[in-house]
């Protein structure tokens, strides 16, 4: 099996564990940006994280899609 094979198939277990271990800091966080009046968020990126953004941007609910 080459290199990015084996890369992809163990995916599933990393994003399992990266949940895990991070599902409480990403809780801290959705409490702490609801508490704030957020007018504008900017999604900036390069090379394949462009397509991270760029997913996260078709997404989005409507009332986040303006763009500036």
Do not use: H, W, Y
């Amino acid at each position: 099996m080459s290199l990015m094979l084996q890369e992809i198939a163990e995916q599933p277990a990393a994003l399992a564990k990266t949940i895990a271990e991070e599902r409480a800091k990403v809780a801290r966080l959705g409490q702490s940006l609801r508490q704030r009046e957020i007018d504008l968020i900017v999604l900036v990126a390069r090379g394949s994280s462009d397509n991270a953004a760029l997913f996260r941007r078709r997404t989005c609910p409507p009332a986040c899609r303006q763009s500036r």
